[in-house]
Structures are given as C-alpha cells and as structure tokens.
C-alpha cells in the first residue's frame, strides 16, 4: 500500500462557504471553486447537501460523498485532475473513481482502478465532525 505523507498542516480548515451564491449552489461552481482554493494551496472545508468539499494547504481537493463512501480527488498536488459533473435540475451525476475511508488520522483511498494510497495529513477530524454535523 503506497503512502504519500503530507506535512503537518499549520492551520485548521476553514468551514466558511465558498459559493458565489449560497442560497442557490451550483454544484459545478462549488468543485471548480475548492479547486482554486487548493491551487492557491488554502485549508478550507465545506458541506453542500450530502457532499463534502475539502482542499489542503499541499495543493490537493476531494469531493466525498460519506452516504456512499465514495470520493473523487479533484486537484492532487495543485494540479487539476480530469473529472465529469453533470449537473442540471433534476440532480447532479459524478464520475466517481475511488471508495475512501478515515481511521483517525489516516485518509485511506480505494481506486475502482487497483491502487490503494493512505494519505496523512488530511483534515480527517473535521470531516468526520462535518459528516456528524449532517447526521450521517
């Protein structure tokens, strides 16, 4: 199994939205925005519905979906990687490539390809206290 450790984060993310529009999300704006925000290498967390959105201070974003354990890396490392949204008023589809799952400091990533990566560093306790927040 493949580790890549990421340095001690010295801040906490934060948990402000990021939308343009809070009150109206798009779902396509909210992942092309926490991909900037890893670009610009900013900690920041948010839940959107039952979604989560995290970027890290190492360049790197996720979109996870804990009802189904699923999770799509967006940015690895400040570059953007391919993904598919779509989006329209009936619901939102994601390309999801990977199951994901958190054992308190380690955030472990199950590719639908094979590859297995355990990643520390993540914000692991705030996604699980965001998670619980949602009462999933």
Request: charged share 25%; aromatic share 8%.
């Amino acid at each position: 199994m493949g580790k890549r450790k990421k340095p001690s984060r010295t801040k906490k993310p934060q948990s402000k939205p990021i939308s343009q529009n809070p009150k109206h999300p798009s779902l396509s704006q909210e992942l092309n925005t926490i991909v900037q925000l890893s670009h610009q290498r900013e900690a920041r967390l948010l839940a959107l519905g039952q979604l989560i959105f995290f970027s890290t201070e190492t360049g790197d974003a996720w979109v996870l979906d804990p009802d189904e354990g699923r999770a799509r890396c967006l940015s690895l490392d400040g570059e953007k990687q391919p993904f598919t949204i779509n989006e329209n008023s009936a619901g939102f589809g994601i390309d999801w490539d990977s199951e994901y799952r958190i054992k308190g400091s380690l955030f472990t990533v199950l590719e639908y390809s094979g590859p297995v990566r355990t990643i520390l560093g993540y914000p692991t306790r705030q996604i699980e206290e965001a998670i619980r927040q949602r009462g999933v």
